[in-house]
């Protein structure tokens, strides 16, 4: 979808929230028995991820450490990517020997999750795996795998569960397509 429509709004439902809940469950299950041993370090990529890092986190059964990295991609009222990412803020030493997981909203274009795997890898992280809630169907820019999926969807913008549109609906419990207000 590529239209930057001023009216656009939340419309069909396509993931309800108690779903989502047991989808989450079910990951930190799998996630906690991947990484019984290591030094587990959690990466939200921010805003997006942040109540499905929250919901997440809380589930896992084994220990681990929280960093945030506050990347964009999406500037301003688009449903269009800027085809740039906007932002990393290092923690020093914050990953060197870590095994990391990457959690955000959503594997799109892949140029976030890409950007921020080969940066991880850079500063020394042992390993650096991605979990993302949901995963577009659609080509890739750069060549990146998921290791956890949430949901696949079809290429449309969504919203709710953390996802915006210039900033809003984040706070939607079920994830909604945007659509054309009538
Ligand atoms: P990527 O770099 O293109 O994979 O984009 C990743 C980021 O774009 C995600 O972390 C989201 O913040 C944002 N994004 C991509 N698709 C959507 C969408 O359908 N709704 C809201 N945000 C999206
Ligand atoms: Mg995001």
New binding site residues.
């Given amino acids: 979808m590529t239209k930057t429509d001023q009216n656009l709004a939340p419309g069909r439902v396509l993931i309800p929230a108690p779903a989502i809940r047991r989808r989450v469950s079910q990951l930190a299950r799998d996630i906690s028995a991947r990484y019984r041993r290591g030094d587990l370090v959690l990466l939200g990529?921010l805003n997006?991820s942040v109540f499905f890092l929250a919901d997440l986190a809380r589930q896992l059964s084994v220990p681990f450490r929280l960093e945030c990295w506050r990347l964009r991609?999406?500037v301003g009222k688009t449903t269009r990517?800027s085809g740039r990412i906007h932002g990393i803020a290092e923690t020093p030493g914050a990953f060197r020997g870590s095994d990391v997981l990457i959690v955000?909203?959503?594997?799109?274009?892949?140029?976030?999750?890409a950007t921020a795997r080969e940066r991880l890898l850079h500063l020394g992280a042992r390993s650096a795996r991605v979990c993302v809630l949901l995963r577009?169907r659609r080509p890739r820019a750069k060549p990146i795998r998921a290791d956890w999926i949430g949901f696949d969807i079809a290429d449309e913008?969504?919203?709710g569960c953390g996802?915006?549109?210039d900033g809003n609906y984040r706070g939607l419990p079920d994830i909604r397509a945007l659509e054309q207000a009538p």
């Fill in positions: 990529i997006g991609s999406y990517s955000d909203d959503i594997l799109d274009t892949g140029l976030t999750l577009k913008f969504v919203v996802l915006d549109f």
